[in-house]
């Protein structure tokens, strides 16, 4: 099995730890991988301001600048030549699903599609409290005020949810449309701190199987993301084991993905949830 690395950042990401991403890929390289894909956070459009509520970081600091662009490929296709012997690197983004700007997304991805080579379709942002965006997984308190006062149910939380997912599977994003679904269970990131559901009910289980249904039939992929096991209160990786189970079912392949912001975080948690899906 290909040992590939397929969900990380780099400096250009406002969040992340500022490590330069030449490092992560010489560390990538020293653990073994042999295909890296970088997938750094695509800009957002400046109109979703207007529509977004919460802490002003969730955000203006979610995504890569615009004005950054032109530095960030050049960065990414300096590296992708200078370890072409020792790695294959993929470049392309982690692009935001946000249903009132499907052709502000389009557009974008017909721009800077032809440039990249792996991409990932993503849902961080849903709609909450005074029908605003809110961010899913940026702080506690945006959470508790803009998603659970909204869906005190958590059933209702994860329905939502998955409707969000599901939207972003169907849009029509055009010939660059991201293969990759990322972290589709991304709602459970505070689950251990708000005392949410472990379990998705029937009727969210059957809204799911619609989910991965539409992704095996498109041909797509799902992110096989590490990173909800080193959240303090998630502890779980992203999808969920029960998804996972599902998702074989269908045979829909699985990329691993650390969703690395840093040195320390690439290649986190492989072997163990691998194994999940082996």
């Known amino acids: 099995m290909l040992k590939r690395e397929g969900h990380t950042h780099t400096e250009f990401c406002p969040h992340g730890s500022g490590d330069d991403v030449e490092l992560m890929i010489q560390k990538a390289i020293k653990l073994g991988f042999q295909e890296y894909s970088i997938t750094e956070h695509a800009p957002l459009p400046d109109g ?163 989910l991965l249904e539409s992704i095996s039939h498109q041909h797509r992929e799902l992110d096989l993301n590490a990173a909800g096991l080193y959240k303090p209160y998630c502890n779980e990786q992203y999808p969920t084991y029960s998804i996972i189970q599902m998702a074989k079912a269908l045979q829909i392949p699985f990329v691993y993905g650390s969703d690395a912001h840093s040195i320390a975080e690439v290649g986190q948690g492989y072997n163990g949830v691998v194994s999940l899906v082996e």
């Open 48 to 210: 979703l301001a207007k529509q977004y509520a919460g802490k002003t970081t969730g955000l203006t600091e979610a995504s890569m600048a615009a004005g950054d662009l032109d530095a960030f490929f050049q960065k990414v296709n300096r590296m992708k030549a200078k370890y072409a012997d020792q790695i294959k690197i993929n470049i392309g983004f982690e692009v935001d699903f946000l249903p009132d700007f499907v052709d502000w997304t389009r557009d974008f991805l017909n721009e800077y599609g032809p440039r990249t080579t792996d991409n990932i379709l993503s849902v961080h942002f849903m709609q909450g409290k005074n029908d605003k965006f809110w961010c899913v997984d940026d702080t506690l308190e945006d959470f508790q005020i803009g998603l659970l006062s909204r869906y005190p149910d958590f059933q209702d939380l994860y329905e939502n949810y998955f409707q969000a997912v599901l939207a972003s599977v169907n849009a029509d994003l055009g010939q660059y449309t991201p293969k990759r679904i990322g972290h589709m269970t991304l709602i459970k990131k505070f689950q251990d701190y708000f005392g949410l559901d472990r379990h998705f009910s029937m009727d969210n289980l059957r809204l799911v199987e619609t």
